[in-house]
């Protein structure tokens, strides 16, 4: 949303370069989306490998399964054989459909996780992770199989917000967070990669 859509919520400070002032011709992290943009929507439920074996467990005691435990065979670090989990998936409503899947790394840590929010089988959000932290999550909003928001983590908090509003695939709409609200606004007006006005938040600290 362009930045004229923040004035009912705070007025608009404009920071010193805005509109024709190119001084600072980025936010001072790379914007550009990360990795490649799919054409269509990444199934919420990855097909079985054929040397996957998977546990199916009922949680909840409705004598349903509610989570799918998939593990490979390998070998541990001290080299004797072992079941290696790859992932798991995750019915969270109870409807017996998967709602959340989750991949581990040959360390059996959480890299990636993968949510169905509408329940219709295809991927909408993606929690990715670094020792066991979620540092960034990627939304496709509109369901057109592209990501239209990043949100950027450091330290387990919100740091940096970034969305696509008009559905080019590149980021126009730079959100800087501080001590857990907005600090300050970028918008790219004319859609040449670059902020054309920073809006400040009068409130922040």
Known sequence: MKSWA???LW??????GCSGDKAGKRPATEAEPIGNQPTARESIRPPRD?????KELDL???????????TVEDKGPDGQPRERKVRKEIDFN???RVDITQYFNEREEKVRETMDQ???GKVDSTLLYEKGVNVRTERDVDGNGRTDVWLYYEKGKLA??????NG?????????????QVDRIGDDLDSDGNVDRWTKNPNAQ
């Open 6 to 8: 923040y004035a009912s």
């Open 94 to 96: 109870g409807d017996g």
């Open 160 to 165: 940096r917000k970034e969305r696509d509003t």
């Open 60 to 70: 909840n005691r409705d004598y349903k399964p509610d989570v799918w435990l998939y």
């Open 11 to 16: 007025a608009l400070a404009v920071l010193a």
């Open 168 to 180: 080019d695939g590149k980021v126009d709409n730079w959100e800087y967070w501080e001590n857990g």
């Open 50 to 54: 054929k040397n996957e074996k998977v």
């Open 118 to 120: 509408d329940f219709d």
